[in-house]
């Protein structure tokens, strides 16, 4: 299995539809000590007079997209390819390749305890959200945009719409973002969600990221079912896979956040599969750790189901967000608690009138052992009854993992 190393600079992208008041985000974190790569800007550079990128645009789109002076045009450009689905992805061919390599060049070149922001537009078009350690969305109503477009850049209403259409719309761009910055008050008002953000997650998830410290909640906080839990592990589970490349291991929600309708602690399980757990040590783990997910200290193990069955050794990684607490589980494939994990998942996902007592288990120790140590450990009588009723249901169904 090879594992690519990488630095643990933070990376954050900031995306947000035309006219949203991405740039004014920019310029305040890069007030706040950022470093902020422009993608526009980059866009510009890498298609400059003399560049091979610019040669390659005049190749696909003839010299009609050239200025007088040979410049490109980017309003003639722009009249032909936003019109034209094919025309913009032969573009995006040219441009995106090139914009990435050179956002890579100056990304490389920030101090190591940098904060990064990639200002991208197309960030969520062209799949660029699990490169990132979070993804910031800007979000403003469209007739808003609509106004400042033709206020700020005197773009008349039908251009307006066309160029907003070309885009991802709000939805897709939220089920990629980690933090959605509303703009639809005052500057002001912006200014001051952009400084919490800055303040209360980006300094100390960049400060947990350079020195590969975990996040780990000790008190126990029931919430009740949140529907985006499975978007939000989607959103971790892609950047794993990223992070891991060119490894193409399994990755799964389990635990209780995986259970819909099941109340839990604001922590999303995700269980890693590893062929032995030596693969679990060494490059993978400093892989995991530079893009967000530290290894926790000391040795875990998972209690034996039935009791005295031998220990079920682990390794146990956790969040440096401190916004998206995250326990990732990395257990051998076909090992005992890699098996349990799935099956207790599934069958409580099945039987209601099981999910619906462990739900009342759930409160009545939240009530009363509030760390999470005495939480797990009091629990354990009614999984090992559970186990036994979970084999029972794999038996008869013919569940496999």
């Given at each position: ?390 084999e029972e249901w794999a038996a008869q169904t013919g569940w496999r993992p």
């Amino acid at each position: 299995m090879v594992i690519r190393l990488t630095g643990a600079v933070l990376k954050v992208g900031l995306t947000g539809g035309i006219g949203s008041g991405k740039s004014a985000v920019a310029s305040r974190l890069a007030e706040h000590g950022a470093v902020v790569i422009d993608a526009d800007k980059v866009a510009r550079e890498v298609v400059a007079p003399g560049t091979e990128g610019l040669a390659e645009i005049v190749a696909a789109f003839s010299g009609r997209v050239l200025d007088a002076d040979g410049a490109l045009d980017r309003a003639a450009l722009g009249a032909v390819v936003f019109a034209d689905e094919t025309a913009r992805r032969r573009l995006e061919a040219i441009t995106h390749p090139r914009v990435r390599a050179r956002t890579a060049e100056l990304a490389a070149a920030a101090s190591p305890d940098a904060i990064v922001v990639n200002d991208v537009p197309l960030l969520v078009e062209v799949g660029l959200a699990p490169t990132y350690h979070l993804v910031v969305v800007v979000q403003t109503a469209v007739t808003t945009r609509l106004t400042r477009l033709a206020r700020d850049r005197g773009m008349d209403r039908a251009e307006a719409e066309r160029r907003i259409a070309a885009q991802a719309d709000d939805a897709r761009r939220r089920a990629a973002a980690d933090v959605v910055l509303t703009n639809d008050g005052s500057l002001a008002e912006l200014h001051a969600a952009v400084d919490a953000l800055w303040r209360e997650r980006l300094v100390p998830f960049e400060a947990n990221v350079r020195g590969r410290r975990p996040v780990h909640p000790h008190r126990v906080e029931l919430t009740e079912a949140d529907p985006t839990w499975p978007q939000q592990y989607a959103r971790l589970a892609a950047r794993i896979r990223h992070a891991l490349a060119p490894a193409d291991l399994r990755i799964d929600h389990i635990g209780s956040t995986a259970v819909p309708g099941l109340a839990a602690k604001d922590v999303i399980d995700i269980q890693l599969t590893v062929p032995t757990l030596a693969d679990a040590d060494g490059p993978l783990a400093e892989r995991l750790a530079a893009a967000g997910f530290p290894r926790l200290p000391g040795d875990w193990w998972d209690n034996p189901r039935p009791p005295g069955s031998g220990r079920w050794e682990k390794r146990l990684h956790g969040s440096a967000d401190p916004g998206r607490p995250v326990h990732l589980h990395v257990r051998a494939v076909d090992s005992p608690g890699w098996r349990y994990a799935l099956l207790m998942r599934d069958h409580l996902r099945a039987d209601p009138d099981q999910r619906a007592a462990y739900l009342l288990l759930k409160r009545e120790l939240a009530a009363s052992a509030p760390d999470s140590v005495t939480y797990t450990t009091a629990k354990d009588p009614w999984f090992d009854e559970e186990h036994l009723r979970a084999e029972e249901w794999a038996a008869q169904t013919g569940w496999r993992p």
